[in-house]
């Protein structure tokens, strides 16, 4: 064990999990690779967690930091205004399509997710909740409330009243033979069931991930949450987006998930990539909603000049570069790639994935049981060949990754050989 392992193990909580037999330290990176502690190189399809969305070190986002920087202004407050919260909110709140939509900003997805669950209870004046099984949205009281994903949960007591809905279950035996008409169908007589029996009274909102990701990137078909949105709708109940893992063009084919089905959401939440590696969180919501709070508020550090610096920068890059295009050009090199690697490999149970975001889950060829010992195999044979990956799924047998957005075409094809030539050597022990 290195002596920094055993010194983390000493001191930091045994729940913060690290990746990998001997967990690695990144001390530098360069465009979409990273250099560990040892001098080794890995192309990187993780990330982050999503959190590098244009790489590293990458020259606007520095300079616009270091210029902020040079004010000497690291942090005020915003009882002054902030000239960096103005010109970001006005740029998300037109991206988000919400009609006169106002931006809240925060430092996390857990603290975004918490603000837009005030909202909702208070605007409704209920705290019947609803949410998606194996969801995940964060860490604190009421982001875990509405999270079920079991492995992140831990025994929570939540202060919401949460009602968990299908629709990201399309892998369980009663829905995996459905077309996507008749899944949607399924999960919309779900919703009315549980509206009509099991809540008594008004529900505040729906909260959801247009993309699972420490699900392990269970994708809703596209228009599942039009046909959510219509039940919601004739009820007022409120529907929120959480968008800290598809926001920023992510899924290629929208410019935040919620929008491939055709949907615009009374909120979104948003965190991970939009600071490119700086702590920026917030929320968008109509303004209507947004303005219903009658206390004073605010998050000390959230939209600090530094974070907004960088954020302003970062979402610049995005839409200069137009790197939603890039997602889906890249996103579905590897995502068909991958698809044709599966057929031939037994132990590949499920390909799927929108833009740069794809999972394969990995299973027992015998059984068709999930495997996350495979798992666990890949994350090591990918590690030695030089490419991070990450893993999650209810299972723990999905393999996920999303690489930043200004992955090239020939890193797409670089870490498609990579995760092949790892799943084919997996797939040859176990027939062996
Ligand atoms: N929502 C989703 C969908 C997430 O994936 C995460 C983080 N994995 C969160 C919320 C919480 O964000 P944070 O870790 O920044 O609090």
């Known amino acids: ?9 000493a001191v930091i909580p045994n729940w913060v999990a690290v990746y990998y037999d001997e967990p690695i330290e990144i001390v530098s990176g360069k465009g979409n690779r990273v250099v560990d502690a040892s001098g080794k190189t890995y192309l990187d399809f993780f990330a982050g967690i ?7 070190d990458v020259p606007e986002v520095r300079e616009a930091v270091e210029r902020q920087l040079a004010t000497g202004v690291v942090h005020t407050s915003t009882v002054y205004l902030l000239r960096g919260q103005v010109e970001l909110a006005e ?29 909702a209870t208070y605007a409704r004046k209920t705290d019947q909740v609803l949410a998606m099984r194996q969801s995940y949205h964060g860490r604190s009281f009421g ?10 949960k831990n025994n929570s007591y939540s202060p919401l009243n949460v009602h968990f809905l299908h629709g990201a279950d399309r892998h369980l035996p009663q829905f995996r033979a459905m077309n996507d008409a008749d899944y949607i169908a399924a999960c919309v007589a779900d919703l009315r069931h549980v509206l009509a029996t099991t809540v008594g009274g008004d529900v505040a909102a729906l909260i959801a991930e247009p993309v699972q990701g420490v699900g392990g990137f269970t994708m809703a078909p596209d228009g599942l949450f039009a046909a959510y949105k219509e039940v919601l709708d004739e009820q007022g109940i409120l529907f929120i987006s959480d968008e800290v893992q598809t926001g920023w063009g992510r899924t290629g084919s929208a410019f935040f998930g919620i929008q491939n089905h055709g949907v615009t959401p009374d909120m979104m939440t948003f965190a991970k990539g939009l600071g490119n590696g700086f702590a920026v969180g917030g929320i968008v919501a109509r303004g209507d909603l947004m303005d219903s709070l009658h206390a004073t508020g605010l998050a000390t550090f959230g939209g600090n000049p530094i974070s907004m610096a960088a954020a302003k920068a970062t979402l610049d890059y995005v839409l200069d570069h137009d790197l939603q295009a890039n997602a889906a050009r890249t996103g579905a090199h590897i995502i068909a790639g991958l698809r044709e690697a599966g057929k031939r490999l037994p132990i590949v149970g499920d390909v799927r994935g929108k833009g740069l975001m794809f999972a394969v889950e990995l299973v027992d060829p015998a059984t068709g049981a999930p495997a996350p010992a495979l798992a666990a195999r890949f994350m090591e044979e990918t590690k030695k060949a030089g490419l991070l990956a990450g893993k999650g799924g209810l299972y723990g047998n999905a393999l996920r990754m999303a690489p930043p957005l200004t992955l090239t075409m020939d890193e ?17 022990e176990v027939a062996s």
């Not at 999503?50 to 590293?56: C, E, R, S, V």
């Not at 797409?412 to 040859?428: F, P, R, S, Y």
């Open 1 to 9: 064990m290195s002596d920094l392992l055993a010194r983390h193990r």
């Open 50 to 56: 999503l959190t590098n969305m244009i790489g590293y």
């Open 91 to 119: 740029k998300i709140a037109k991206l988000s399509g919400i009609k006169d939509a106002k931006v809240f900003f925060t430092n996390s997805g857990t603290e975004a997710n918490e603000t837009a669950l005030l909202l």
């Open 143 to 152: 982001a875990i409330g509405v999270t079920s994903n079991r492995s992140w």
């Open 412 to 428: 797409a094809a670089e870490g498609l050989g990579i995760i092949v030539a790892a799943l084919e050597t997996i797939n040859a």
